[in-house]
């Protein structure tokens, strides 16, 4: 078990599992922009470095229409039906 602070609230830190990392990325991953400035620009150059190091992945991008709110719900099924990593862009 691992400690994963939070920045919303470090006042009382969680324990949080780490998810099990495959063996391989033979995966579907999706990339979602929160809609963060330069948050399209950290996803460009992971997307570019992914598909050097593992060209047997497939990356779609999706973008928050706003960092204010939470993904709309169509917006999550829509990833987690489709995908089977999600790595999320933030960045100012």
């Known amino acids: 078990m691992s400690t994963i602070l939070d ?8 324990a949080r599992s780490i998810s099990p990392r495959s ?3 033979q995966r579907r991953v999706a990339m979602l922009d929160i809609a963060k400035p330069r948050g399209n620009v950290l996803l460009d150059r992971l997307e570019e470095l992914l598909k050097e190091r593992y060209p047997e992945i497939t990356v779609s ?3 928050k229409p706003t960092f204010t709110k939470p993904a709309p719900i169509s917006l999550r099924n829509e990833i987690r039906e489709n995908n089977d990593v999600v790595l999320e862009a933030l960045a100012d």
């Open 7 to 14: 920045p919303t609230d470090e006042r009382t830190p969680v």
């Open 23 to 25: 063996a391989s990325l």
């Open 61 to 63: 991008r999706y973008s």
